[in-house]
C-alpha cells in the first residue's frame, strides 16, 4: 500500500508528518483563502405556495363537485344560486391561483356552469344567458386575483 504525502519544497528537508512525530515550528504557514460570498443564481419569490401551482386543478376538481352537488339537490333548476355559488367558487380560487392563471380559472368554472347547470346535457352555447355568466365568472376571478395581490402588497410593505 503506498502512503501519498505532500511534496517537500527544495528548502527543507521531507520529513513525513505521523501522529508521534510533532510538527515543526520552522514550517512555513500557508494563508488562508476566503472565498467570496455569492448570492444563490436564481431567488425564489416568498410568496410562492404549492397553493398557487395548484389552484387550477383544484379549481376544476371544486367545479365538478360543485356540479355533481347541484345535480343531486335538484338545485340546476335555479341557474342564479348556481351562477353565485360558482362565483364564490371562482373568487375562492383565484384568490390562491397566479395571476396569468386567473383568466382559465374562469373558464373554467363557465364550462362546468354552461356546460351542467345551463344547457344540462355537457354542451356548451353562446347565447346571452351563457355571455352573462361568463362575464360574472371573470369578473369574479378579476375581483379574487385583485384582493389576493391587495393583500400580499400589504403583506409585503408591512413592517415585520
Not at 392563471?101 to 373558464?107: E, G, I, W
Request: charged share 15%; glycine share 6%; aromatic share 6%.
Amino acid at each position: 500500500m503506498a502512503t501519498l504525502h505532500r511534496p517537500a519544497t527544495s528548502d527543507r528537508p521531507y520529513v513525513p508528518y505521523t501522529p508521534h512525530t510533532p510538527r515543526t515550528t520552522g514550517t512555513p504557514r500557508l494563508p488562508r483563502v476566503a472565498l467570496p460570498r455569492t448570492r444563490p443564481a436564481h431567488q425564489t419569490p416568498t410568496d410562492r405556495t404549492l397553493a398557487r401551482d395548484l389552484a387550477l386543478p383544484l379549481g376544476a376538481l371544486g367545479a365538478a363537485l360543485l356540479v355533481t352537488a347541484l345535480m343531486l339537490t335538484g338545485e340546476t333548476a335555479h341557474a342564479t344560486v348556481a351562477l353565485a355559488v360558482f362565483a364564490l367558487l371562482t373568487v375562492a380560487v383565484s384568490l390562491f391561483a397566479r395571476p396569468a392563471v386567473v383568466p382559465v380559472v374562469a373558464l373554467v368554472s363557465w364550462m362546468f356552469y354552461d356546460g351542467f347547470v345551463l344547457n344540462q346535457r355537457s354542451d356548451l352555447a353562446f347565447q346571452p344567458q351563457d355571455r352573462t355568466g361568463l362575464l360574472v365568472l371573470l369578473l369574479a376571478g378579476v375581483m379574487g386575483a385583485g384582493c389576493a395581490a391587495a393583500a400580499r402588497a400589504v403583506r409585503r410593505h408591512s413592517p415585520g
